[in-house]
């Protein structure tokens, strides 16, 4: 899929994502990145990016990537795992996170997701999540 397709595809119904401010960036065949604001929505009560917020673009990010690795007719994917090591505090403007395929198996996949601040590069999280490659109730018959 274009990234262009793909903002379509998530962009379709309200979400998470979109609560968050959550905006895929690029599409590659070995990556898929997305951007987060840091701002009110994003922020714990202290007026750092909430650790949540983070895992939550990391599943978004990997979720995505990961989906687009099956037939959306046959299969779907859906989270068995996920971790986060947060690593630097972030009070204001975005933050990139760039998902990256460590396995893509035939039931399994798991992904690397690192998070970076977009204006220091610095690295704020490093999460991997783990995903279950399911097949759709009837899709057998279904022509590719």
């Not at 274009?2 to 960036?25: C, F, K, M, Y």
């Not at 701002?39 to 995505?64: C, K």
């Amino acid at each position: 899929m274009t990234l262009e397709e793909v903002q379509r595809w998530t962009d379709s119904r309200p979400n998470l994502a979109h609560a968050l401010g959550i905006e895929i960036t690029a599409v590659a065949p070995d990556a898929l990145e997305g951007r987060m604001p840091v701002d009110g929505r994003t922020h714990q009560p202290m007026g750092l990016l909430h650790g949540g917020a983070s895992v939550a673009l990391a599943e978004t990010l990997g979720s995505i990537a990961a989906t687009l690795r099956v037939d959306r007719a046959k299969q779907a994917c859906v989270g068995l795992e996920i971790n986060a090591n947060h690593l630097k505090g972030v009070r204001e403007g975005w933050v990139r996170g760039r998902a990256t395929p460590v396995h893509v198996g035939r039931s399994t996949q798991v992904w690397e997701i690192r998070i970076t601040h977009e204006e220091t590069g610095a690295l704020v999280c490093i999460s991997r999540i783990t995903m279950a490659v399911i097949d759709l109730p009837g899709a057998a018959g279904k022509a590719a």
